[in-house]
């Protein structure tokens, strides 16, 4: 691993990537995480079903937080870097 990023437009490209990624495989599941916990609260499922609703639920949930993970880290890295800016000057 590289102590810093090769420079700053790259790994930004790279979160953009990893953040549109998951949101394009998100955008292909036909309900959303809230549309999921709504049938798995509204009624009797059957423990198929259940466990289909309560899987693709955890997928997109994984998913958000991989974005969420990129979004920090890009944080991070600004933050690193105007730090690491500021006192070399």
């Known amino acids: 691993a590289l102590a810093a990023p090769v420079t700053l437009e790259n790994e930004w490209r790279a979160f953009r990537l990893l953040i549109s990624s998951c949101n394009a495989i998100l955008n292909l599941y036909p309900t959303t995480i809230e549309e999921d916990e709504e049938v798995l609260n ?48």
Do not use: F
Request: hydrophobic residues 40%; without cysteine.
């Open 42 to 89: 509204g009624g009797v499922l059957s423990r198929m079903h259940r466990s289909a609703v309560l899987l693709r639920r955890q997928e997109k949930l994984i998913y958000e937080s991989v974005k969420e993970w990129a979004h920090d880290s890009w944080s991070a890295l600004l933050y690193a870097t105007s730090n690491s800016q500021t006192k070399a000057a």
